[in-house]
T-cell receptor, first 113, second 115 residues
Framework: AQSVSQHNHHVILSEAASLELGCNYS??????LFWYVQYPGQHLQLLLK??????LVKGIKGFEAEFIKSKFSFNLRKPSVQWSDTAEYFC???????????FGTGTRLKVLA | EAGVAQSPRYKIIEKRQSVAFWCNPI?????LYWYQQILGQGPKLLIQ????????DSQLPKDRFSAERLKGVDSTLKIQPAKLEDSAVYLC?????????????FGPGTRLLVL
């Protein structure tokens, strides 16, 4: 069965530090990849998505993610985090087989001012 | 445009009681999803509708959970009777269509606590 792994469950960073959150999936076929963010008290929002083409995807608020097919990975990055980036981040994948979203367990990011 | 609406936002019930959640998707979105998010886990799909037909309910505990989308617009998810392990956030999402590349838009969720 398809699965998504997010290895970092909790991350604490100081403002201006660089961020990289890991996401790995298990599926050998065609995938679409998503990063969603949930700010405190708010609903899940799309941060960025990859369908095809350039494997480096840029999203909102300065976030980007790189799809590395050989590593089955879609890591999220931001060069300099802000206090307002404190949130929970979810990686999700849909596959050509099922079209269903499979979510990872999420990573809670806390940015210290 | 208005987002996905859900109500109630919070619900506390005792085990063996019943509860219902309501969702109104974004206007024009044909596909509607219900997810269960248990604390510390990612959302898990319970059921997916395309208009008023069920596309996937393979992970819905059908002995106690039911859902309907009678007119292809808003939807209701019911639990009867509730168990302690049903305590979770129930998320509704919608997308324009049922397609491989569709982005899903999520509502604020209903937080359920079963005592």
């Amino acid at each position: 069965a398809q699965s998504v792994s997010q290895h970092n469950h909790h991350v604490i960073l100081s403002e201006a530090a660089s961020l990289e959150l890991g996401c790995n999936y298990s599926y050998g076929g065609t995938v679409n990849l998503f990063w969603y963010v949930q700010y405190p008290g708010q609903h899940l929002q799309l941060l960025l998505k990859y369908f095809s083409g350039d494997p480096l995807v840029k999203g909102i608020k300065g976030f980007e993610a790189e799809f590395i097919k050989s590593k089955f990975s879609f890591n999220l990055r931001k060069p300099s985090v802000q206090w307002s980036d404190t949130a929970e981040y979810f990686c999700a994948v849909t596959t050509s087989g099922t079209y269903k979203y499979i979510f990872g367990t999420g990573t809670r990011l806390k940015v210290l001012a | 445009e208005a987002g996905v609406a859900q109500s109630p936002r919070y619900k506390i019930i005792e085990k063996r009681q019943s509860v219902a959640f309501w969702c109104n998707p974004i206007s024009g979105h044909a596909t509607l999803y219900w997810y269960q998010q248990i604390l510390g886990q990612g959302p898990k799909l319970l059921i997916q509708f395309q208009n008023n037909g069920v596309v996937d309910d393979s992970q819905l505990p059908k002995d106690r959970f039911s859902a309907e989308r009678l007119k292809g617009v808003d939807s209701t998810l019911k639990i009867q009777p509730a168990k302690l392990e049903d305590s979770a956030v129930y998320l509704c999402a919608s997308s324009l269509s049922f397609a491989f590349q569709e982005t899903q838009y999520f509502g604020p969720g209903t937080r359920l606590l079963v005592l």
